[in-house]
């Protein structure tokens, strides 16, 4: 007869450790290319080999390096004589900024005015929610072109524009999850001990809704990339002499058939950039969701 083995139990007194689980493949890879990308922008000063508008007629239109061009001009030149290595660093710095800023605008003012629709309601969340019903209808990208092309173009007027968008998908979701949170007992036990609205919105509220806003940080910061890009390539962005992503897709469009190299790697930057912002984001809203944990669980 075969001996029946047990099975092993852990002893009296020790708790089962739990099981580790591994960052999965597309995760690691795309934090790493996110990584690179914030470490290149902060250090072009160190890792551009020129300066983004200095100019070499003599040299311009090389091919890369790797196509048999200048080994100084590692990605060729542009119809300028620019270095494209040297101006893509610099873009990507531009692009990253703008984006961060823009996202951190958007997120603040509209986690702000969520909060104040939830907390006084009445006419100022039928005011809020009017506001945001009427950006939500029309498309952003039209509403930038008529502020800049009315106003004029500066750098601080195009961050604020940049800024603006998605406010109002914070503030409708943050009305609702305020409002979620105050039916619920917590909230309501706190507002009987006396404690100040505000207190209870920060120290209470807020860090319970926190993670969905991370999320939706997270979805927005790849579309404020894309919208700056739109904006750049019509030329109503970012404006020579200063780069950015956008700006190098719109000057490289008329030699895409001959120097490609213009433009290609910008884009390539683009996509990665914001697929790996996607996908974090995905990953992060199946870790960040309870009611996902419970059902892996």
């Not at 999965?24 to 914030?38: E, H, R, T």
């Not at 917590?186 to 507002?191: L, Q």
């Not at 790996?276 to 809203?285: E, K, N």
């Amino acid at each position: 007869m075969s001996a029946v083995t047990d099975p092993v139990t852990p002893k009296a007194g020790t708790r089962a450790r739990p099981r580790r689980r591994r960052l999965p493949i597309v995760v690691c890879l795309c934090g790493a290319w996110l990584f690179l990308v914030l470490v290149l922008s902060l250090g072009a000063d160190l890792f551009a080999p020129y300066g983004y508008a200095e100019q070499s007629l003599l040299n311009r239109l090389k091919p890369p390096a790797f196509l048999g061009g200048d080994p100084a001009y590692l990605l060729g030149t542009d119809g300028l004589g620019r270095d494209v290595f040297s101006r893509l660093l610099y873009a990507m710095r531009t692009s990253v900024l703008i984006a961060f800023c823009g996202t951190l605008i958007g997120s603040v003012v509209g986690t702000i005015l969520g909060f104040l629709a939830a907390h006084f309601r009445g006419w100022f969340e039928e005011l809020v929610m009017l506001l945001v019903d009427f950006q939500a209808s029309m498309p952003f990208l039209i509403i930038a072109l008529a502020i800049l092309a009315f106003f004029g173009n500066s750098f601080e007027l195009f961050l604020l524009v940049v800024g603006l968008y998605g406010w109002e998908v914070y503030a409708r979701l943050t009305r609702g999850l305020v409002l979620q949170a105050n039916a619920q007992g917590y909230a309501f036990a706190i507002r009987t001990l006396g404690v100040h609205p505000f207190r209870i919105y920060v120290r209470h509220v807020l860090p319970n809704i926190l993670s969905v806003l991370v999320v939706q940080v997270t979805l927005n910061f790849p579309e404020i990339i894309l919208l700056e890009t739109s904006l750049s390539f019509l030329g109503l962005g970012v404006q020579p002499p200063q780069t950015s992503l956008g700006l190098m897709l719109g000057e490289g469009r008329n030699y895409i058939a001959t120097a490609w190299w213009m433009a290609i790697p910008a884009g390539v930057v683009i996509f990665l950039t914001t697929l790996s912002v996607s996908l974090l984001g995905d990953w992060l809203r199946d870790r960040l969701d309870p009611t996902l944990r419970i059902a892996d669980a």
